[in-house]
């Protein structure tokens, strides 16, 4: 597909979460449909609000190929689908972003090194196959240091941290045999984060960076502008720039920095939309769900321009008991993402509150 998804296409969505959901939404306000797949039960966030839903595993092959037959195009809200299944949806249908992007991301080794080769600054890694790499490892990234699963980590899960040598055993162990690999710890001054768009044509749009505060591995609140001088804000848009045509990207993209005295430190990509630019819903006139899914239809993208400065707050577990007073807060934007259940540490909305006319 080259040509621009006409009003009633179909575009297939990985993944069933909040994310899902905010792309569904977005892709019917375009007048097109979306269409999740997703193993966990059908009535879940993104279902909930899409056009259609497939309940089925990932290796699936019948589900898979109907699926496929049912949409357009496909993207994702979720970076680790397997391989098997992007094989055998790759065969019938584009997948967008593309599987490079997929590659990078899932395994924080290759995403190290592919940023490294970049020319962009990472903090020091080493990777870890086994007990006898941890010495030599750390003898690479000084202690202290933070042991990272290469595959599946999210929010803070697969990550152990070293304060001295004396626990480093202990914390490997604690990943329980996975392939990891050792990160310096980076003394950071703040945590940006630049969401990124490349259409189909190589166009780029970058959101402004935002600043994001983290509680327990979690996204906390995302602040926009972000404290950065000029330098650093036109270093943060042009590097994310450079990641997004190295990966040929069709999408949106999330790129994580830390802000050091000696420059910006990329910590990770994300290839999807998100948490960190759901400001954009309330700061922008095209959010990052419209660019993404304007992205993957083939259309133009959007003006990434924001008109107003907002903060963003994530709705996590408890939080969910303050609902009526946010809800009686006039001007708080609320995003509520139709999770039955209430637990310890899981996303159920956000708000965004406008601070002030764009500064
Ligand atoms: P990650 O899953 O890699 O995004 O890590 C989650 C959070 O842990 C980051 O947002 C940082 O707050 C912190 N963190 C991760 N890696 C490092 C590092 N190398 N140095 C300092 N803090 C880190």
Redesign the pocket.
Known sequence: MSDPLAPGAAIGILGGGQLGRMLALAAARLGLRAHIYDPAAASGPAAQVADSATTAAWDDAAALDAFAASVDVITYEFENIPTGTLDRLGAARQIRPGRRALEVSQDRLTEKRFLRDLGLAT?PFAPIDGPGDLDGALAETGVPA?L?TRRF????KG?ARIADPDVAEAALASLQGAAAIA????A?ER?VSVIGARGLDGAIACFDPGE?V?EG?ILRTTTIPARLSVAQRTDAVLLTGKILNALDYIGVLGV?L?VTPGGLIV??IAPRVHNSGHWTQNGCTICQFEQHIRAVAGWPLGDGTRHSDVTMENLIGDDMDRLAGLRSEPATALHLYGKAETRPGRKMGHVNRITGPAG
Not at 153 to 156: A, P, V
Request: proline fraction near 0%.
């Open positions: 903090a933070i990272k980590g999210y929010d803070g990550q990160e310096g710890h980076v950071f945590e994001n983290h591995g994580e830390f910590n990770e």
